[in-house]
């Protein structure tokens, strides 16, 4: 069975830890990963940026399973930052710098075409036979 990535929950664990601990939350971004929108010319030599994800310091925070954007202030003008969850190497207090680092992850696959396709349960009762009873079965 394939399941989704752990790393969305364990950023947004982080995220309210550093917060409840008083800690400004820092994001370390792959700047140049597919689908990454962040003023450019904070980039450093090595392809990333480091962001200030604070609630005093952004506007509108939202971290999904997909990705995590917000709107902050770069230079006093105002910016929407757009990044995958792929594409976070880090998130870390910046008084301690205790938090975790993630490996690189390349983007998901789309979906191929013609691929399968999910059943969707419309809740009614599968017909029994005349007076037969509903049974359970133990799995282990």
């Known amino acids: 069975m394939t399941m989704t990535s752990s790393k969305p929950y364990l950023i947004k664990a982080h ?10 939350p820092y994001l370390a971004v792959d700047a140049y990963s597919k689908g990454v929108s962040v003023p450019q010319q904070y980039v450093n030599k090595d392809g990333q940026i480091v962001l200030n994800i604070s609630p005093s310091a952004v506007v509108g925070l939202d971290m999904d399973l997909e990705a995590i954007s917000f709107s902050a202030r770069f230079g006093g003008v105002p910016i929407s930052i757009y990044v995958p969850a792929y594409a976070v190497l880090g998130i870390y207090a910046k008084e301690n710098g205790r938090g975790m680092m993630f490996d690189l992850e390349k983007p998901p696959e789309p ?16 017909p029994t036979a005349q007076g037969a009873k509903p049974s359970l079965k133990i799995i282990k």
């Open 111 to 126: 979906p191929k075409p013609g691929g399968e396709l999910r059943s969707v349960s419309t809740n009614k009762p599968k």
């Open 15 to 24: 995220y309210q830890w550093i917060v409840d601990n008083d800690c400004t």
